[in-house]
Every structure is written in structure tokens, then in C-alpha cells.
């Protein structure tokens, strides 16, 4: 018998999971949505397919309930859900920071939650979605998930004391290489390229290397080293970034977002 899934919060993430489900094959018929704003209900209906609902109603008649709203509302939005959701339905969620235990605390005593830490990436399918289960979510929960979430992008499975360092590298991990980007676009112009042409070398440049990094199998150290030819350019530029503490930088960098995620996790938002 086909599960029925409700996206509540169905912003840009939401609709990303919304459209690969479908792409998956999952009917549109199957699948709620649950929105602020009757415009934005009403342009998904019209693209999908879907059928907008409350969250009231989304938490009746919904085998999977998955939570796509932002940290601070999910307070909120489980206050809604509670007193209509039995242990027997299946939560996730992809709110960063949130802990299935806070979740769990706030429904019907039992009910499975798996936690998800997706990236914006999503968006492109080529998303990475952390996952990690409750308390109360075996692994035929865990399957649930990694088949929504699988449908754009990558998925892997971590016990959930991971998800804070998961978040800072992963969910964060795309802005930091835009900002890379945007620092290597300025270099460019001060060398003298316009600005189209020093962002079409550098994009070019991060999608094969990434994609080097992928199917190669090679540690990054010796993929660096093939560029590296003795007194050259590379060379000179890595004396550089050395010099000027990037390694480090960026170390701090992942531990500040990692305690950030922490703090949301205690309601400091």
C-alpha cells in the first residue's frame, strides 16, 4: 500500500525533496504539502501535481511527516502536530541543530524520528543528506529516509553526536567554497581578466577538480602534488596560503558552525 509523505514547510529544501520524490516515482496524489502562504500552496498544487493541507491535517493522515521549517519554528510547529500524531507515523527532520530527542520529548511517547542534515545542493541533485536515527527509528526507518532524500543527491548515515560536525561540513560546506569563488573572481580582476571570464575559469576549474576528487579515488594531498611542479606557480601560490594561515582559518572556521549548530540545539537561536 503506498505511504503517504507530507513536507511541511515547503520552502526551496522542501520543494527540492518534493520534485526528486516525484522524479523518483512517488505520486503526486501521495504527497502533501503544507505552507504560510496560500499563493505559494496554491503554485505548488499547480506545478506538482500536490495537495496543500495544514499541518493539523498533515499530521492525521500522513504515514511520513517530514519537518523542512527553519530551527526557531520548530517549537511551534510540533505544539501543532502533537496532539494529532500517534507514535505510529514516521518523523523527520531537516531542521539544523534540532536533536530527535527534543522532537521526541514533544510527540506521542515512541514516535520514530530520523534526523537529517541536508545541504542546499539539493536543489541541483547533487545534494549531500546526513542521517541519523532517534531513539525510536530502527533501520527499515533509516531505508525511509535515504529513499527521499536519495533523490537529490547523496546519503550517509552517522550516529546522531556527528550531526553538529556534519552540519558545519557539510550542510555549511557549499558557502564556503562559493565564498573561495568569490575571493578567486576578485584575484582574477585584479590580474587583469574580466569579471565574466575570471568566473567561468574558476567554475570550471572547482567542478573538475571536484569531480576528479570523486572518481579518482586519490587523497587530495596527491592530486595537489600533480599540480605542484617544483618552483612553480602552484607552489608559490600554496607558500602563500600557508602563510597567510588559510588551513587554520578554516579550521576555526568549521568549529565555530559546529558550535553554532550546538547552541540551536539548546534554543539559542
Known sequence: MPQTVAVLGTGKIGEALLSGMIRAGWRPADLLVTT???????????????????????????????????????????????????????????????????????????????????????????????????????G??????????GGVGKTLRVPESQQDAATALSGSGPAYFYFLVEAMTDAGILLGLPRAQAHDLIVQAAIGAAVMLRD????????????????????????????HGVRAALIAALEAARDRSRELATGNG
Open 140 to 149: 527499515e526507518h533509516l531505508d525511509h529516509a535515504e529513499s527521499i532524500f
Open 216 to 243: 579518482s579515488g586519490e587523497h587530495p594531498v596527491k592530486l595537489r602534488e600533480a599540480v605542484t611542479s617544483p618552483a612553480g606557480t602552484t607552489i608559490s601560490a600554496i607558500r602563500e596560503l600557508e602563510n
Open 36 to 138: 504560510r502562504r496560500t499563493e505559494r500552496a496554491e503554485k505548488l498544487r499547480t506545478r506538482y501535481g500536490v495537495k496543500a493541507v495544514t499541518n493539523a491535517e498533515a499530521a492525521k493522515s500522513a504515514d511520513i511527516l517530514i519537518l523542512a521549517v527553519k530551527p526557531q519554528d520548530m517549537s511551534t510547529l510540533l505544539s501543532e502536530l502533537a496532539p494529532h500524531l500517534t507514535a505510529d507515523r514516521l518523523v523527520i527532520s531537516a531542521a539544523a541543530g534540532i536533536t530527535t530527542g527534543f522532537i521526541e520529548g514533544s510527540l506521542a511517547a515512541g514516535t520514530p524520528v530520523v534526523r537529517v542534515m541536508p545541504n542546499t545542493p539539493v536543489l541541483v541533485d547533487e545534494g549531500m543528506s546526513v542521517i541519523s536515527a532517534g531513539s525510536h527509528a530502527t
